[in-house]
Nanobody, 119 residues
Framework: QVQLVESGGGLVQAGGSLRLSCAAS????????MGWYRQAPGKQRELVAA???????NYADSVKGRFTISRDNAKNTVYLQMNSLKVEDTGVYYC?????????????WGQGTQVTVSS
């Protein structure tokens, strides 16, 4: 069994910064891509940023230049540094990881962490 635990969400004023963390634990053999998604009220979940095991990154256009995704492979942890936050960045942020265990490869989700940006 694999668990993803997110932390770092909260309430911040527009223009501020937050740093999210997501640690994977359990019967992990290796982790491929890791990413952050968000879901605003009444909207579909969308990709915010992703990173491969080799460090190649991909960002949604709406966050380019403001957010930075990184990972520590030794700790099975992915981070999302969010700067210059906007009200429209508000939502629940979910971590996702493509994990190989001893018996299978599948995607896992964290429980989500709330990010609220006030004007």
């Amino acid at each position: 069994q694999v668990q993803l635990v997110e932390s770092g969400g909260g309430l911040v004023q527009a223009g501020g910064s937050l740093r999210l963390s997501c640690a994977a634990s359990g019967s992990i053999f290796s982790i491929n891509d890791m990413g952050w998604y968000r879901q605003a009220p009444g909207k579909q979940r969308e990709l915010v940023a992703a990173i491969t095991s080799g460090g190649i990154t991909n960002y949604a256009d709406s966050v380019k230049g403001r957010f930075t995704i990184s990972r520590d492979n030794a700790k099975n942890t992915v981070y999302l540094q969010m700067n210059s936050l906007k009200v429209e960045d508000t939502g629940v942020y979910y971590c996702n990881a493509d994990v190989w265990t001893r018996s299978q490869r599948r995607g896992y989700w964290g429980q989500g962490t709330q990010v609220t940006v006030s004007s």
